[in-house]
């Protein structure tokens, strides 16, 4: 059992923060807010991304204190990860109904997060389509994601379907597998989500309140 390096284990943690700190502003404010507060972070963590890549010299509030804790060793010139993640949550955000939006943060945030921890932690057999990931890494995504999404609907006062939630956190894991550069399952695996959720249960698109 390898120890995980401590920048791995605090990069993480930076990871979920959203999956904390924005779920509460989905469940309990107006959709307005939610959209002001997600497309602000988006606007931030693009400069912080156009910065990096152009060479400008200033400071992106709160986005270049993310990218100093959490950058990717191949983030040296550019912050795509967090930069598709923002952009991406408020495209959710804006286009979704609130379970779909809500089940997305937590999938990608704890799901992405509990399945970096525990695999480099435990190690394993890899893979075969992906030496950088394991086994037992994405099992733990598989069963983290199961549970947020069922949290998703808990707190919503939904009744999950488990064949649905089983359904949508393979997919989930199986996007986060694929042999892509890492900051893209920023992405694929949040919307893939928030659309599979809305697929399966419906709501109305781009709807002005929640």
């Not at 912080?48 to 959490?70: C, E």
């Not at 089940?103 to 992405?112: C, E, H, I, R």
């Not at 075969?128 to 994405?138: A, D, L």
């Amino acid at each position: 059992m390898e120890r995980l390096p401590r920048r791995e284990l605090v990069r993480k943690l930076w990871h979920a923060s959203p999956g904390i700190l924005g779920a509460p502003i989905i469940l309990f404010t107006h959709k307005w807010v939610t959209l002001l507060v997600v497309w602000s972070l988006a606007f931030l963590y693009t400069l912080q991304h156009l910065k990096l890549k152009r060479g400008w010299k200033f400071t992106v509030p709160v986005a270049d204190l993310s990218y100093r804790t959490m950058a990717r060793e191949d983030e040296k010139d550019n912050f795509l990860g967090s930069f598709l993640f923002w952009i991406t949550m408020g495209i959710i955000c804006t286009v979704f109904p609130k379970l779909a939006a809500l089940g997305a943060l937590w999938v990608s945030t704890f799901g992405d997060c509990f399945n970096a921890i525990v695999g480099q932690r435990v190690g394993g057999p890899r893979i075969p389509w992906n030496s950088r990931k394991t086994f037992v890494g994405s099992t733990t995504m598989f069963l983290v994601s199961i549970i947020a999404l069922w949290g998703a609907h808990k707190v919503l006062s939904l009744d999950p379907n488990w064949n649905i939630l089983m359904d949508i956190t393979f997919i989930a894991t199986f996007l986060e597998s694929l042999p892509i550069r890492s900051a893209y399952d920023e992405f694929t695996v949040p919307f893939a989500t928030a659309l599979m959720l809305w697929l399966a249960y419906g709501g109305p698109l781009f709807g002005v309140v929640w």
